[in-house]
């Protein structure tokens, strides 16, 4: 069946470095690729998504790459803060399903001052 | 939490007994999902609804039952609660034809 796979599943940087988080996914008509945080405790937060349409996009620290072709996307953060410190889950929407997301198993993220 | 809110958010049961989870949203939103969430395994989708009385699986329905009798309450049943079933429990809504969720708070549900 359809899956995303998401590396690394751990990642420490330190304070004021940039973190890259990739994945990949199986399903040729997914067409959106959000990206969520999620703090200890809390439910999963949207942070950036992307279109199939469109190749990157950039939110003040964080960007979204998407490469259709190769069937990968990638989160970028920039200039990484101690609150970044978080596990951060990337989805694929599921071809023909409104609205159902398959996701990564996450990445945790921690930034070291 | 994009108006949603989620009962219980703990819970601790026994293996055997009838679990109710329960989500709630303010914001008349079509389509409401439940998912669970597992170390190892991300979050992985039980049964979703687009409607009143609607309602489809994901891919973990097993041992799991749905319903939505009014657009602000998805009730997630777990008929005969196992330990394989401890998780957390997350309700998710998307905003009209937005493919874009938001999740709830979570339910942390403990089977023994």
């Known amino acids: 069946g359809e899956n995303v796979e998401q590396h690394p599943s751990t990642l420490s940087v330190q304070e004021g470095d940039s973190a890259v988080i990739k994945c990949t996914y199986s399903?040729?008509?997914?067409?959106?690729f959000p990206w969520y945080k999620q703090e200890l405790g809390k439910g999963p937060q949207l942070i950036i998504d992307i279109r199939s349409n469109v190749g990157e996009k950039k939110d003040q620290r964080i960007a979204v790459t998407l490469n259709k072709t190769a069937k990968h996307f990638s989160l970028h953060i920039t200039e990484t803060q101690p609150e970044d410190s978080a596990v951060y889950f990337c989805?694929?929407?599921?071809?023909?399903?409104?609205?159902?997301?398959?996701f990564g198993k996450g990445t945790k993220l921690s930034v070291k001052p | 939490d994009a108006g949603i809110t989620q009962s219980p958010r703990h819970k601790v049961t026994e293996t055997g007994t009838p679990v109710t989870l329960r989500c709630h949203q303010t914001e008349n939103h079509r389509y409401m999902y439940w998912y669970r969430q597992d170390p190892g395994h991300g979050l992985r989708l039980i049964h979703y609804s687009y409607g009143v009385k609607d309602t489809d699986k994901g891919e973990v329905s097993d041992g799991y039952s749905v319903s939505r009798s009014k657009t602000e309450d998805f009730l997630l049943t777990l008929e005969s609660a196992t330990s394989s079933q401890t998780s957390v429990y997350f309700c998710?809504?998307?905003?009209?034809?937005?493919?874009?969720?938001?999740f709830g708070p979570g339910t942390r549900l403990l089977v023994l």
């Open positions: 998710a809504i998307t905003h009209g034809q937005s493919e874009t969720q938001y």
């Open positions: 399903d040729s008509a997914s067409n959106y």
């Open positions: 989805a694929a929407s599921r071809g023909g399903s409104q609205g159902n997301l398959i």
